[in-house]
C-alpha cells in the first residue's frame, strides 16, 4: 500500500520533531563532555586520580551517545530528503514499500524488516 501525500506530511512532521529534540539532546551534551573535560583539567592533582577514572567513563560514554545521536540525526535528514523526493518508504534495497507500521516505529527506517535481517546475517 503506497503512501499518501497525508502520510508523507504526517511522518515528515514525525521526522522533524525527532530532529528537533536530538539537536536539542546533542546540544547539551556536547557542553556536558566539554565542562567535564574542563573541570578535570582543574581539579588535576594526585589526589583526584582514583576518581579520575570514572569520569573519564562517563566522558566516554556521553561522547559515543553523541555519536550514536550523530547517526540518527543523519539517517533522520536522510529520510526528509526521501520524503522531498518521494521515495520516503520504500525499501533501500529491495525497493519494496516498508509497512506502516514500521515506519510509525522508526519513521528513518531504511530497510524493510526482512533486509534488514539480511543486512544484520551478513554483519554489515
Ligand atoms: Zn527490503
Known amino acids: 500500500m503506497a503512501l499518501t501525500k497525508k502520510d508523507f506530511d504526517h511522518f515528515k512532521k514525525i521526522l522533524l520533531s525527532k530532529r528537533h529534540a536530538l539537536l536539542g539532546d546533542a546540544v547539551h551534551l556536547e557542553d556536558e563532555a566539554v565542562r567535564k573535560s574542563k ?5 588535576m592533582d594526585i589526589t583526584n ?3 579520575l577514572g570514572t569520569d573519564n ?8 551517545l553523541l555519536e550514536h545521536q550523530g547517526e540518527t540525526l ?5 529520510a526528509l530528503d526521501r520524503i522531498a523526493n518521494k521515495s520516503f518508504g520504500v525499501c533501500g534495497t529491495c525497493s519494496k514499500q516498508i509497512p506502516k507500521g514500521r515506519l510509525s516505529a522508526k519513521p ?3 530497510l524493510c524488516i526482512p533486509c534488514l ?4 546475517k551478513a554483519g554489515c
Open 39 to 43: 573541570d578535570e583539567a582543574a581539579t
Open 49 to 51: 586520580f582514583a576518581d
Open 57 to 64: 567513563y562517563e566522558q566516554e560514554f556521553d561522547l559515543g
Open 74 to 78: 543523519r539517517e533522520i535528514d536522510e
Open 108 to 110: 528513518h527506517a531504511r
Open 117 to 120: 535481517d539480511e543486512q544484520e
